[in-house]
């Protein structure tokens, strides 16, 4: 008797972590930054904050790592449609912002072929873009989002 008990608890478990990694490796899992959470997500996203306490190994840095855009690896191998969809989304837990509301289409698509093209981008451009990283919040990102494109 306890040994069938045993058994259907492991099986049980054997289940539910097999229902998971399905759900996780068949890309059903939401990953745009607008996507409402998966169960438990809130909690679990809850549990690396703690205030007061020394910064641990996982809050030192990001995961995954920032591409390095302007040496060649990165997001410079991604379609363009793909790069779009990031940009326009965001990416979940990764510190990718969604910048749908904040960018038009147009200057979505402009940032998806930058950074297709980040590898191939001249030393003058390079400069002009490391200046624009000191340019003041409050000329890079205005307070009123752009205005929508009126239909015909």
């Not at 045993?6 to 097999?18: N, S």
């Not at 438990?40 to 990001?62: C, D, N, S, W, Y």
């Not at 793909?82 to 038009?104: A, C």
């Amino acid at each position: 008797m306890i040994k069938g008990l045993i058994l259907g608890v492991l099986l049980g478990v054997l289940l539910v972590a097999g229902c998971v990694y399905f759900y996780f490796s068949s890309g059903r899992a939401p990953v745009a930054t607008s996507a409402p959470p998966i169960p438990f997500e809130r909690a679990l996203v809850r549990t690396g904050l703690h205030p007061g306490e020394p910064k641990g190994a996982i809050q030192m840095g990001m995961y995954p790592a920032p591409p390095q855009l302007f040496h060649g690896t990165g997001v410079t191998d991604d379609d363009a449609w793909e790069s779009y969809w990031k940009v326009e989304n965001g990416i979940r837990m990764s510190g990718m912002p969604g910048f749908k509301g904040q960018l038009t289409e147009t200057q979505i698509w402009q940032v998806a072929v930058l950074v297709k093209n980040a590898d191939k981008i001249t030393e003058p451009v390079k400069k002009e873009l490391a200046a624009g990283a000191s340019t003041p919040m409050e000329m890079a990102m205005p307070e009123h989002p752009p205005a929508k494109p009126k239909k015909k």
